[in-house]
């Protein structure tokens, strides 16, 4: 593929003054990776734009993104703009991946909202996107896509952000734009009045008088001077307007709309606006530590990948100090890493550079034991992990060579140290390896990841739930093991009395009178009991009962401990001819919130997969909470379910309550041999 990228990468920043660290967000399909094409162009750090469909933007580079058709991880695009460096985050929008957007998230100061014009509505995950980010005082702008689209009103798309994010006057157009032939040809500035377009764009279009007159007074309204000056009818010079707009935009009370195209028609303006109003890594309002050049050094591991040729690649954000070659940095765990040398990436591609200030983003080759999350300081400061995403969908899988099977726990344990919502489980009960996803998006990369960077390729097998079984009722049972071949024999005789504990796991009661069971041997009794428990009698594991000791018979030289628990096997497994064995299954406590309007699917959903529900609460504004006790059999695609009765808008939750008897139908299905 051709090389695209200028001859003349981005100026590294001297200060955190002048830097710029923003994130694209939104729905999947809303142009975000698009528009960072066209800003990169702009900013002059691409030659010529490429596009999605044909798998060649600067920020989509691994071929699952190009087979999927949509962005799985965050990317950096550094730009220089004016005297800035604008480190330009494209994240993803899908479900599936939040946990990339978070991480964006944390290296960012600012927000860019991009919304598609065609939508006629804000998705609840974005608005609650907005939330999130208005909690941690992330300033945030929108960025308008998708103009050409038939039928699109501006007014009407204008009005719904109104309704969805604010109100008239805190959710505002900065540009008036030049919509003609359902185009955007440019804008203009209606602080400074410059016209920004293409060159067939007209100077200026109508009396924009009073756009300019409502805007400029929302900026004077939180400034007493500006505002008498304004009441007075004195001329507000551009400087000061714009020190109000940034005042305005750093305390989230006003949120510029721009107008953009995939020509770039429109990411001047927005980078203009960048420069003037959005903040720099000095002006972090979240609660982590402010920038701050001269400080001890401490930074986040915010995306881990992989390259042929320098294996592990970290891409760190610098919270305080600056970073050298060489430096030697405090994991939280007490490991020490060096950090040698330092590269600014643009995509997938490395640039050289000497030095690193607090705020900037740069990728460090070869660090051994750093995972994606890990605070790396001189200090010992730790930092906390950003919110991600449970994963909450099992996948059984298994090596389908030897050879495949000799790398895989390595391969694994690489990619969980890269991906911090993917959870690795080697289960205990049912000895399957067991990936937790948060979709089938994710799962598809994961296993792409393990083939494509680890040549490890694995097969999915049918996910097992760890059962259990139980006594449906008392019963006794005699175990008798004499064998006698010429030599030293085996003696040992017990009678056990079983019956149901609910719930309370094992317990084993001594009640041998006489000595008839010498005190040495009883703990082997007790052990052989286990033993058997662990084996199960129909496959599963058992649990829930209570085992006695009655009475037994012993050999003065021919018992001992191996005798003894082998005659208390045989004890348990007559106890159960004499009686039914339950299969369990485990159930689990789920809690669902979702939107109003969905709460009748979720329920009647909820019956079918045999849920009992406890009740539901309010959640929120427009929200509840449904608490449901479910199967875990019938929770295994769950999130799929969800996602798609509630139109991507529900999450849920879940945690172990415990085993309950199975219904015969089915335990009649997952009954195998003793």
């Known amino acids: 593929m051709p090389d695209r990228t200028a001859h003349t990468p981005a100026t590294p920043a001297d ?149 969805t994010f604010g109100t008239p006057d805190t959710v505002r157009l900065l540009h008036h734009p030049d919509l003609r032939d359902g185009h955007l040809h440019g804008s203009t500035d209606l602080l400074t009045g410059r016209v920004y377009g293409k060159p067939d764009a007209p100077e200026a279009p109508g009396d924009l008088g009073a756009e300019r007159a409502r805007l400029v007074e929302a900026l004077a309204g939180e400034d007493d001077t500006l505002l008498e000056r304004y009441l007075d009818g004195a001329d507000l010079d551009t400087a000061a307007l714009t020190a109000g707009l940034r005042r305005e935009f750093l305390a989230g009370t006003l949120h510029p709309v721009l107008a953009t195209a995939p020509d770039g028609t429109g990411c001047d303006a927005l980078l203009d606006l960048v420069a003037a109003a959005f903040p720099s890594p000095a002006d972090r309002a979240d609660g982590l530590p402010a920038a701050d050049p001269d400080g001890p050094f401490t930074a986040q591991v915010v995306q881990t990948g992989e390259d042929p040729y320098q294996g592990r690649l970290s891409l760190l954000r610098i919270f305080t100090g600056t970073l050298r070659p060489d430096t030697t940095a405090h994991l939280p765990d007490g490991e020490d890493e060096r950090l040698t040398a330092l590269h600014s990436p643009f995509g997938h591609q490395l640039r050289p550079v000497p030095q690193a200030v607090a705020g900037d983003l740069v990728t460090v080759a070869k660090l051994n034991t750093a995972r994606t999350g890990d605070t790396l300081s001189t200090d010992h400061t730790v930092l906390p992990l950003w919110p991600l995403p449970e994963a909450l969908l099992p996948t059984a899988v298994q090596a389908r060579s030897k050879a495949d099977e000799d790398k895989l726990s390595q391969a694994l344990g690489r990619i969980a140290a890269q991906d911090p919502a993917l959870r690795v489980e080697q289960n205990p009960d049912t000895h399957q390896l067991v990936l937790w996803c948060t979709g089938e998006a994710h799962l598809a990369v994961t296993l792409d990841r393990l083939a494509t960077r680890h040549g490890v390729h694995v097969e999915t097998v049918p996910y097992e739930v760890a059962l259990r079984e139980t006594f449906a009722a008392p019963a006794s049972g005699h175990g008798r093991h004499v064998k006698q071949s010429g030599g030293h024999g085996q003696y040992a005789i017990c009678d056990l009395t079983v019956e149901p504990l609910p719930g309370g796991g094992f317990e084993f009661v001594d009640r041998v009178v006489g000595g008839a069971v010498p005190r040495n041997f009883v703990p082997s009794v007790e052990k052989g009991v286990r033993a058997q428990l662990d084996r199960g009698l129909h496959g599963h594991p058992m649990t829930d009962v209570r085992v006695t000791l009655t009475d037994g018979k012993a050999h003065s030289v021919d018992s001992s401990d191996a005798a003894f628990q082998t005659a208390a096997a045989l004890a348990l497994k007559e106890a159960a001819d004499h009686t039914d064995v339950r299969v369990l299954e485990p159930v689990d406590e789920v809690r669902v919130l979702l939107p109003d309007e969905y709460q009748g699917a979720v329920l009647t959903d909820l019956s079918a997969r045999r849920g009992h529900v406890l009740g539901t609460e309010i959640g929120g504004p427009g929200l509840s909470v449904v608490r449901a006790e479910v199967p875990e059999l019938e929770l295994t695609r769950y999130p799929l379910d969800l996602r798609s009765l509630s139109h991507g808008t529900g999450q849920f939750t879940r945690s172990y309550l415990r085993h309950s008897p199975m219904p015969a139908h089915l335990a009649a299905q997952y009954a195998t041999a003793g």
């Open 15 to 163: 200060r955190p003054g002048r830097l710029r660290n923003l994130a694209l967000v939104g729905a999947g399909g809303a142009g975000k990776t698009t528009l960072a094409e066209a800003l990169a162009v702009t900013a002059g750090a691409l030659t010529r734009p490429g596009t999605v469909p044909d798998g060649t933007t600067a920020a989509d580079w691994e071929d699952i993104e190009h087979q999927q058709q949509r962005s799985v991880q965050f990317a950096l695009l550094p730009l220089s703009w004016q005297d800035l460096t604008v480190n330009l985050l494209d994240a993803p929008g899908y479900a599936d991946f939040a946990g990339e957007l978070q991480a964006a998230l944390r290296a960012a100061e600012a927000a860019v909202f991009v919304h598609s014009a065609a939508d006629e509505s804000v998705s609840r995950p974005v608005r609650a996107l907005w939330q999130q980010c208005e909690d941690a005082h992330l300033p945030r702008a929108l960025a308008l896509t998708h103009l050409n689209t038939a039928r699109v009103r501006l007014d009407d798309v204008l009005r719904m952000l109104q309704d």
